[in-house]
């Protein structure tokens, strides 16, 4: 009995390498004045932000459907398969909520071989859980194995971002304008972590240069990265800049790391409320 992983694009892994990872994809859709777009299918993590710098636009972002989640969960039961899913932090979005509405339509025998994953994060924090469960299913561990490993593991993540506004944040109504406010100082910097799937302040810097300090400081403080376990960054915007300015400004960080960093690009989802320049790391710590 085969194990099908189950992940929506708020992962901001793209379609073509799920696919290569034998993942089942479902996108997110985002909504711009002039039309509906789905993540990573007809509007790419590059593209979407060409269209905010051309429209200036900050649109709306809808969540993967009850339905597209049972065609998933039944096209793999139908195989004989165990299904692991995946979703953005509940807090965040309906997806998740989809999800257990999908799995309620299941027979009970069914719904025995799904395990659903609040992720509790989004972006490289989703990315990172899906990587870990990746691996367990390569071992031939069970459904029920990987959902136990991860249910602790989405606790133990460590996960922070530097963004250069806050105003998307504020405008799509994920944080206060009061909260929003503090980020709109000159030259200020927010750093924004997730608890449990709920975003918060953790801090705010001066300066770009400031928030890379912030993030190695960060790092330091949590007892370094564990490489034996899924790491990584992510940036928004059209080019990954603001990840290569981090990597010069603070090499200590993967320090004794002697492979590529892993970088993953935002789309649209998290690109919506993030948005350009912003730069997220999250890993788990050693010990």
Known sequence: MAVQI????SCDITKERADQLGLTFLPLKVLFSDAEYVD?????????????AETGEIPKTGQVTPVA??????????????????????ALSGTFQ???IAADQLSDEERSRVFLVDSESVSVGEELLIRL??????????????????????????????????????KGGRISPAVAAIGGLLSVK????????????????????????ALAKYVEEAGGIDYSLPFGLS???LTDGQVQAFLAACPQVFEGYEGEVPVSSMGTTIGTHAGPGSLIIAFFARG
């Open 133 to 170: 469960a990746i691996s367990m299913r390569d071992e031939g561990k069970s459904a029920k194995e990987i959902y136990d490993v991860l249910q602790v593991k989405r606790r133990e993540m460590k996960f922070l971002a530097l963004l250069d506004t806050m105003e998307n944040l504020k």
């Open 235 to 237: 940036y928004g915007g």
């Open 40 to 52: 990573g299918i007809t509007l790419g993590h590059r593209e979407f932000f060409q269209k905010l």
């Open 6 to 9: 189950v992940v929506d694009s």
């Open 69 to 90: 989640f049972e065609q998933a969960f039944r096209e793999a039961l139908d195989r004989g398969d165990e299904v692991v899913s995946i979703s953005i932090a509940s």
């Open 98 to 100: 989809s999800s257990q």
């Open 190 to 213: 927010p750093l924004i972590n997730i608890s449990e799937g709920v975003l918060g302040m953790h801090g705010t810097a001066r300066g770009m240069k400031g928030g890379y300090k």
